[in-house]
């Protein structure tokens, strides 16, 4: 069985509020990144008292109020489905604060958290403020939605970012990792994927493998599945007729995203 590979695990936590997945450092290899999938019927509430953790509370699908203290954010979210590949709102929440996610339709929503101690302002992340990247060629392609990057200062840790890439395509490849503390070559972070397909039945592959091959795992990924990336390179496969949807959280001791090729494969890049 599979370290890495996370299946959906529905747990009714309260009335109309569903845990689909969580991973946390008590249950899994990660450190520095946590994560949530919850679905909420209209009317259902989710709330959180964070402690030495920040949060950015991403609206994956359907409409949801927030509020956190005195911040209120009413009927945000801009999609019924992932694959309609427009951005979506989010809401960074900081730590040791609360917060509360009520479903105003049916909703799923993504909470990505990482260690905090620095207390920074509650912010509404919208939709138009997402960077929108079209990255790769020829059988790399895909689009990108950058949700917390690096160059936007509003957390501590999270990086958070979504990826849709396109039948009979590779993502996250060639193959890059960043396990090492190693600046200005490379950054440390931890990462989570969150995959969707279209259609559902489908499945894409992905790798996590180190070096020295201390790990080295290829999963078949289905719809609603986690994999854990706690190092190593970790590249996403495709197959024809079916569209891949995937959401990224990263964290480390460092809040920069510096991302090491592997070698052998470093090569694609310079096609002609």
């Known amino acids: 069985m599979s370290k890495l590979l996370r299946k959906p695990n529905t ?4 009335p109309g509020v569903t845990i689909v997945q969580e991973v946390t450092s008590e249950n899994s290899p990660l450190e520095y990144v946590g994560f949530k999938v919850v679905d909420l019927t209209p009317g259902a509430k ?3 008292n964070l402690s030495k953790v920040e949060c950015c509370i991403v609206a994956l699908t359907g409409k949801i109020n927030v509020s956190a203290g005195e911040e209120v954010f009413d009927n945000i979210g801009t999609r019924e489905s992932v694959f309609e590949k427009k951005p979506t709102d989010s809401v960074y929440v900081s730590n040791d604060r609360s917060f ?3 479903g105003v339709t049916q909703a799923r929503v993504a909470l990505c958290y990482s260690p905090s101690n620095n207390q920074l302002p509650t912010k509404l992340i919208k939709a138009e403020e997402n960077g929108i990247e ?3 060629k020829y059988s790399n392609k895909r689009l990108v939605h950058n949700i917390l990057p690096d160059s936007n200062p509003s957390a501590n840790s999270l990086l958070v970012v979504e990826v849709f890439t396109e039948s009979g395509n590779w993502s996250s490849y060639p193959p890059h990792k960043h396990d090492q503390d190693n600046l200005p070559h490379e950054s440390f972070l931890e990462e989570s994927y969150y995959h969707e397909m279209n259609p559902q039945q489908g499945f894409v592959f992905q790798r996590v493998y180190t070096d020295d091959r201390s790990i080295d795992e290829t999963m078949a990924v289905e719809h609603g599945d986690v994999v854990l990336v706690p190092a190593g390179y970790h590249p ?3 197959p024809d007729g079916y569209e891949s949807y995937y959401l990224n959280v990263m964290a480390g001791p460092t809040r920069i ?3 090491h090729n592997e070698p052998a494969h470093e090569w694609i890049l310079n096609r002609k």
């Not at 747990?11 to 309260?14: C, H, L």
């Open 46 to 48: 989710y709330t959180e």
């Open 236 to 238: 996403v496969g495709v």
């Open 134 to 136: 079209n990255r790769g």
């Open 257 to 259: 995203w510096k991302f």
């Open 11 to 14: 747990i009714q936590s309260a």
């Open 100 to 102: 509360e996610v009520e």
